[in-house]
């Protein structure tokens, strides 16, 4: 690393160090959804191999959610695959998700976070599910930030799924259609949702300079704030999530008044 390298690196955390003195901890959002998007830009860039900028894009999730951490976050919702995902290449695909099966595992075994699903575990290979449902019972008592891990994930997936159980709910307990018809209200199928009794996010980070939400948590992001990052994930810095915090609380949140 030359001397330009190591200022512009000293810079940037004294910069960083100021964001966060004047972070108003009663101001940042309890739910953050990230959609962890550029890994494959990033090891082309770097000149790397997709499964290289995949395992480091999963590198950056323990550092992230400390971050989340120390402004007292506690609930994240990370995107990790996406119905879509399965579409790729089997040369990618199957190694993305052992990737994805290790990260699990290490936010299981940090001892910080409470690990819970969301996403349709019919698409999964049957090893990952045994090992979402083992994280998930091994992090059931922890008192920390809950972690969301978003795989096999599609909006609209999510929604045909909620409608779907409600449908079933209701046979198992013998409610007619009619009555079904008249009960049915927002209330009702949120709670059919993966993520039931959880809030909704306050904030949708997407990273790599795309400005769409590509079917992430459509029902739940009704009256979310959006904040979009060119910095690609593998890239992610405290001082770019910092920003974002900042970026937040100065918003004048509506609700649709």
Not at 116 to 142: C, F, I, N, R, Y
Not at 218 to 223: C, D, K, M, Y
């Amino acid at each position: 690393m030359n001397l330009r390298d190591k200022l512009r690196g000293l810079l940037v955390r004294l910069y960083a160090r100021r964001v966060e003195g004047h972070l108003d901890h009663a101001q940042v959002p309890k739910h953050i959804g990230v959609i962890m998007d550029g890994n494959r830009r990033w090891a082309k860039a770097a000149g790397s191999s997709t499964v290289d900028g995949h395992r480091a894009g999963a590198g950056k999730i323990e550092e992230f959610l400390g971050w989340c951490t120390e402004t007292d976050v506690e609930v994240v919702t990370l995107w990790l695959l996406s119905t879509d995902n399965f579409d790729r290449p089997q040369e990618e695909l199957v190694p993305l998700l052992g990737i994805i099966e290790d990260v699990v595992r290490t936010l299981a075994a940090d001892g910080r976070w409470r690990v819970h699903h969301v996403g349709t575990p019919d698409l999964l290979p049957s090893g990952m599910q045994t090992v979402l449902k083992e994280a998930e019972e091994a992090t059931a008592h922890v008192d920390g930030i809950l972690v969301n891990v978003a795989i096999g994930y599609g909006g609209r997936q999510e929604i045909a799924d909620a409608v779907r159980s409600m449908l079933l709910d209701a046979q198992d307990k013998g409610t007619s259609m009619e009555e079904l018809a008249e009960a049915v209200d927002i209330d009702m199928i949120g709670r059919h949702l993966y993520t039931s009794d959880q809030p909704d996010p306050d904030l949708v980070i997407r990273t790599s300079g795309e400005q769409r939400l590509s079917g992430f948590m459509l029902w739940q992001t009704a009256h979310s704030e959006y904040y979009f990052c060119d910095v690609f994930w593998p890239a992610f810095r405290k001082v770019d999530f910092l920003r974002a915090m900042r970026d937040y609380a100065a918003r004048h949140r509506r609700y649709g008044g």
